[in-house]
C-alpha cells in the first residue's frame, strides 16, 4: 500500500485558514487522495478526495501538487467544532480493493 | 436516514470468550467494511463484504470472522478474545458498486462498539 506521511499535530487559532500537508511520494497514477476526520469519541468522517485536479466543497478544498507526491487540506476558516484528527489517504481503484488504509494523521487543535 | 449504525456501543467481554459485534449500513449502501482502531492510533482494515462474500481482507488472524446478510447487514466476530483486542471497533458502508468497476466513493462510519476485553 501507498504511504502518506502527516505532521503529528497543528494548532491554529479560530477564524483562520488552516493548511494540513501530506507527503505521499509513491503514489500510483490511479490513486485517488481522500482526507477523512475523526471527532473526538466519533467514527471518521469523509471530508473530500481528487485525483489531480484541486478540489473545493462545503467543508474544505484540495490542493494536489502537480506531481501528486503530495496534497494539502484548506480549511478556510477554522472553527472549534474542526479540531479532530485528521486522515490523508491515498485510495486505490482496481476492483476488489476498496480498504481505507489510515495512518495516525494530524492532530488539529483550534485555539479559541 | 440513520446512517450507520452499530451496537452495542459498549462491551465488556472476558479473555478466551467470543463477541459478536453489528452494523446496520446507511440506506442505499451494500458494502460494509470493518475496522479495528486501538487508543491513539488510526483504524486498520478487517475486512469488507460485499454480495454476502467476504471480498477483501486485512492482516487479521481466522479468528474475526464476519458475516453480511441479505439485508446488507453485517456482523464481526471474534473468537478466542485476547487482550489485545480491546479496541474501538468500526463499520462503515459504501454505496452500491458498479458491475466490474470500483467506484471511487465515500465511507460512512458509525460510531464504533468499544470492547474492553479484562
Known amino acids: 500500500d501507498a504511504k502518506t506521511t502527516q505532521p503529528n499535530s497543528m494548532e491554529s487559532n479560530e477564524e483562520e485558514p488552516v493548511h494540513l500537508p501530506c507527503n505521499h511520494s509513491t503514489i500510483s497514477g490511479t490513486d485517488y487522495i481522500h482526507w477523512y476526520r475523526q471527532l473526538p469519541s466519533q467514527g471518521p468522517e469523509y471530508v473530500i478526495h481528487g485525483l489531480t485536479s484541486n478540489v473545493n466543497n462545503r467543508m474544505a478544498s484540495l490542493a494536489i501538487a502537480e506531481d501528486r507526491k503530495s496534497s494539502t487540506l484548506i480549511l478556510h476558516r477554522a472553527t472549534l467544532r474542526d479540531a479532530a484528527v485528521y486522515y490523508c489517504i491515498l485510495k486505490a481503484t482496481n476492483f476488489g480493493n476498496e480498504k481505507l488504509t489510515f495512518g495516525t494523521g494530524t492532530r488539529l487543535t483550534i485555539i479559541p | 436516514d440513520a446512517g450507520v449504525t452499530q451496537s452495542p456501543t459498549h462491551l465488556i467481554k472476558t479473555r478466551g470468550q467470543q463477541v459478536t459485534l453489528r452494523c446496520s449500513p446507511k440506506s442505499g449502501h451494500d458494502t460494509v467494511s470493518w475496522y479495528q482502531q486501538a487508543l491513539g492510533q488510526g483504524p486498520q482494515f478487517i475486512f469488507q463484504y460485499y454480495e454476502e462474500e467476504e471480498r477483501q481482507r486485512g492482516n487479521f488472524p481466522d479468528r474475526f470472522s464476519g458475516h453480511q446478510f441479505p439485508n446488507y447487514s453485517s456482523e464481526l466476530n471474534v473468537n478466542a478474545l485476547l487482550l489485545g483486542d480491546s479496541a474501538l471497533y468500526l463499520c462503515?458502508?459504501?454505496?452500491?458498486w458498479g458491475r466490474g468497476f470500483v467506484r471511487n466513493t465515500e465511507a460512512f462510519f458509525g460510531q464504533g462498539t468499544r470492547l474492553t476485553v479484562v
Open positions: 462503515a458502508s459504501s454505496p452500491i
